[in-house]
């Protein structure tokens, strides 16, 4: 059998029980949609995080779309991002009518350079989007005083980072609102679709709950300003309040994984994930770099082995935002990367065995280059 990035099916052996168990509560519940199982995940994801509110929805990208519509953000505003992140996060600013504003990344973590977002500050700015990418955290002791200083909201971009902390604090905790994504490769992740975003901030929630529910409060049937249909499944929400219960214990398996790459393969050339200080690293994806790196993943597909990069293009490059305007080298880091970087396979049920064999044959293809 050949190996992946990602597999889902050792973990699902394991938990299959209580997997099942959690759709047959909801299928005997008598409530399929924003039901008791939603409120009760809400509340639990809430707690988790030390957060007042979390508003489950139906996919990270529409947390993010939501958490900008409920901050906010309006038509025309332009929100401070980066484009070495997924598409989405892109999607879900121009799905508002707002305009991405790019800067580069940093050179180590591949995260948001702090240091340009003051220079492309303007008139038309509302917001500081970070991506917590790969499972990292962008340094939002700094952002949070950007934010401030020049009066922007600050929106987390958390769909790869649960769990994942600055200076001990949470992913998801400093922003004004933060989203995440629970898509099934997602660190915590469901069996299909899933998104939330959690808040402090009262007032922001109940306009999230109304945004995902055609604009309506939830008992009363009136819509003042027109939202979406953008509900967490209550099949979902169950899978998820299980999965919350081992989410540390995944976050110490990926760790585990990161740990046996970082160890074999620290005499190669290939240049491996840089921990900035002061963070905790979840290891969404483990992703290295190599000039040649299209002849390293040619090669292993000989061994059966499939590697992904995360992201072979720039967002800023696709022809579907081109209309941002956007030369090429105006992002000469993010540029030089997509080119370069690659991921290794990393899920919590990857067993030793298998990585084993995955360390041996990426070491013997890194020997002939
Ligand atoms: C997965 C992901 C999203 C989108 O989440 P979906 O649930 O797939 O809509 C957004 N941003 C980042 C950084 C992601 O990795």
């Known amino acids: ?117 003051s220079s492309v500050v303007g008139p038309r700015t509302t917001c500081i989007l970070p991506v917590h990418l790969y499972g990292q955290c962008v340094d939002l002791t700094e952002l949070r005083a950007l934010a401030d200083a020049h009066d922007l909201i600050l929106l987390e971009d958390c769909a790869q980072a649960h769990g994942a902390r600055h200076r001990g604090r949470l992913a998801g905790t400093t922003g004004d609102a933060s989203a995440f994504s629970f898509y099934p490769t997602k660190v915590l992740g469901t069996y299909g679709d899933g998104g939330a975003v959690v808040t402090d901030d009262d007032e922001t929630a109940r306009r999230l709950r109304r945004l995902r529910y055609y604009g309506m409060e939830e008992r009363y049937y009136v819509v003042e300003t027109p939202g979406h249909n953008s509900r967490l499944d209550e099949v979902h929400a169950e899978i998820l309040r299980r999965k919350l219960r081992r989410l540390d214990s995944y976050i110490a398996a990926r760790r585990a994984v990161a740990d046996r790459y970082a160890a074999a393969l620290a005499g190669t050339d290939l240049a491996l994930p840089v921990v900035a200080p002061h963070n905790e690293h979840v290891y969404y994806v483990y992703v290295v770099r190599h000039p040649r790196r299209d002849e390293i993943i040619a090669a292993l597909r000989e061994y059966d082995i499939n590697l992904n990069i995360s992201y072979p293009w720039p967002v800023h490059t696709m022809t579907g935002f081109a209309h941002l305007g956007y030369a090429e080298g105006a992002l000469p880091i993010t540029e030089k990367l997509a080119g370069e970087i690659f991921s290794l396979p990393m899920y919590p049920a990857l067993e030793p065995a298998k990585q084993d064999r995955i360390i041996d044959a990426l070491q013997k293809v890194l020997a002939k280059l």
Request: proline share 3%; charged share 20%.
């Open 1 to 117: 059998m050949s190996d992946n990035v990602w597999d889902y099916l050792g973990e699902y052996e394991t938990e299959r029980d209580d997997i099942l168990d959690a759709v047959d509560t909801v299928f005997r519940s008598g409530q399929l949609v924003l039901g008791q199982s939603v409120k009760a995940f809400e509340a639990e994801y809430a707690a988790w995080h030390g957060m007042a509110h979390c508003v489950g929805v139906d996919n990270g990208t529409n947390a993010i779309k939501l958490a900008l519509q409920a901050a906010g953000v309006r038509p025309g505003d332009e929100v401070i991002t980066v484009s070495n992140t997924a598409a989405p996060t892109i999607v879900a600013i121009d799905s508002v009518g707002a305009v991405p504003v790019f800067v580069d990344v940093d050179s180590d973590t591949y995260l948001m350079d702090n240091s340009a977002v």
